[in-house]
């Protein structure tokens, strides 16, 4: 996809600002993973669940009310990730890992994605904010367990812990406290940080959506990828209004 000049030019500057970074947090949401071909958490369902509301299923109420439909949804997901391959803007978040850490400074990759991408595509400092569809616990010993990718045969799934209980998927549901250690550490890298990316995400979910006025109220360069305008937009100071697969790779030619 062809980048037009206003665009390439924002570019030019974003890249300039990133190789003078030294502590480059980046959050992101499923739009960075729309390109690998797994819809976007507020994209309208298909198929099986095109009656469904995500917000109402990723919710511990849900599980509790119907835990076969939740697992059932959330195991057909678990193998559409597994299927699917990083895809350019997944690697080049990599790549600019690499190039932040070689010039002596501190890369943190803040995600709200489930799908464990970043990591295959190899992204070392992750945060899942979330939590993770690969991996499932155990709902009485919160023991965790990675499925084979294949189906689950039973829903909802037994646990292998514990004979009466069942397993969940291991993501964090609205309603549910982010994991300690994601919280605490999406705070301090965001406290000190110099430069923060937005990149594919909705801003609509919090705490998610507050790291990037954090940043701009700690005067971060804060930068906002994403296809259309969103409720962070207007407190960026730039936004690129273009597919991450497309603009992600134009800034890393810049470095
Ligand atoms: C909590 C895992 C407290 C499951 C998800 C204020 C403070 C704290 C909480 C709240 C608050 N106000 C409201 C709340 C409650 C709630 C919340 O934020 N509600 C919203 C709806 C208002 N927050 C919570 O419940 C959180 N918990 O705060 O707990 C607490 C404390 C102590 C004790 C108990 C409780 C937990 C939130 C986590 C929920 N789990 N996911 C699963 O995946 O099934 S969230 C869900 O939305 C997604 O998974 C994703 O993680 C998240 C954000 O969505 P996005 O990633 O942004 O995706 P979306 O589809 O919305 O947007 C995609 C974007 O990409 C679009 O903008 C599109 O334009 C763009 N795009 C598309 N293609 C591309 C692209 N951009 C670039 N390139 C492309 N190619």
Known sequence: M?????????????????????????????????????????DTMEGLWKD?????????????ADPETVTRWY????????????????????????????????????????????????????VELHGSIIEWRCNQTGNIFEPPP???????????????????????????????????TAFERTERCDMFFSVGTSS????????VQMAAQNCAFTVEVNKQETLASSSVDVQLQASSAAVLPEILKRL
């Open 204 to 211: 609509v979910v919090y705490p998610a959506a507050g790291f």
């Open 52 to 64: 469904f509301d995500p917000a109402k299923l990723a919710t511990p109420e849900a599980f509790e």
């Open 75 to 126: 195991d057909s997901r678990r193998l559409g990730c597994l299927a699917a391959t990083p895809n350019p803007g997944h690697l080049v978040l990599a790549q600019i890992e690499s190039f932040v850490r070689a010039q002596g400074g501190e890369f943190t990759l803040l995600t709200q994605n489930v799908d464990r991408l970043h990591q295959r595509a190899g992204s070392l400092e992750v």
């Open 2 to 42: 062809d980048l037009d000049s206003s665009i390439l030019r924002k570019v030019e500057s974003v890249a300039a600002r990133l190789l003078k970074a030294r502590h480059v947090v980046v959050l992101t949401g499923a739009g960075v993973s729309a390109e690998s071909g797994i819809r976007a958490f507020r």
């Open 150 to 184: 294949t189906p689950f045969e039973r829903f909802p799934p037994p646990s292998p812990f514990d004979s009466g209980a069942i397993l969940r998927p291991d993501v964090v549901w609205f309603g549910e406290a982010l994991p300690e250690y994601a919280l605490i």
